[in-house]
């Protein structure tokens, strides 16, 4: 069973960093396409960044302040986010899918809150 436990949330001012782990357990980490979501009071859920063995794709919102990235050895999933802006408030999903199918799990999310 596909287990994704984000951790790394929390409150920070406008212009702050924060780092997001996604640990992965119950699957073959390297096999899946890894990612963040984020959802906003009111709004949908929306693709932040997703990361394959080949590429690394975010959304315009978050290109050039957010990196996301993994380590195979450990199962999971990082993403470094800078310049923090209160727009970036969310709860933020870990997301996973095999290379080979399209079954998605995701994690419970974790709580970003960008405000002085």
């Known amino acids: 069973q596909v287990q994704l436990v984000e951790s790394g949330g929390g409150l920070v001012q406008p212009g702050g960093s924060l780092r997001l782990s996604c640990a992965a357990s119950?699957?073959?980490?390297?096999?899946?396409?890894m990612g963040w979501y984020r959802q906003a009071p009111g709004k949908e859920r929306e693709l932040v960044a997703i990361?394959?063995?080949?590429?690394?794709t975010y959304a315009d919102s978050v290109k050039d302040r957010f990196a996301i990235s993994r380590d195979n050895a450990k199962n999971t999933m990082y993403l470094q986010m800078n310049s923090l802006k209160p727009e970036d408030t969310a709860v933020y999903y870990c997301?996973?899918?095999?290379?080979?199918?399209?079954?998605?799990?995701w994690g419970q999310g974790t709580q970003v809150t960008v405000s002085s």
């Open positions: 997301y996973a899918r095999p290379y080979i199918t399209s079954f998605e799990s």
């Open positions: 119950g699957i073959i980490f390297s096999r899946y396409v």
């Open positions: 990361i394959t063995s080949v590429s690394n």
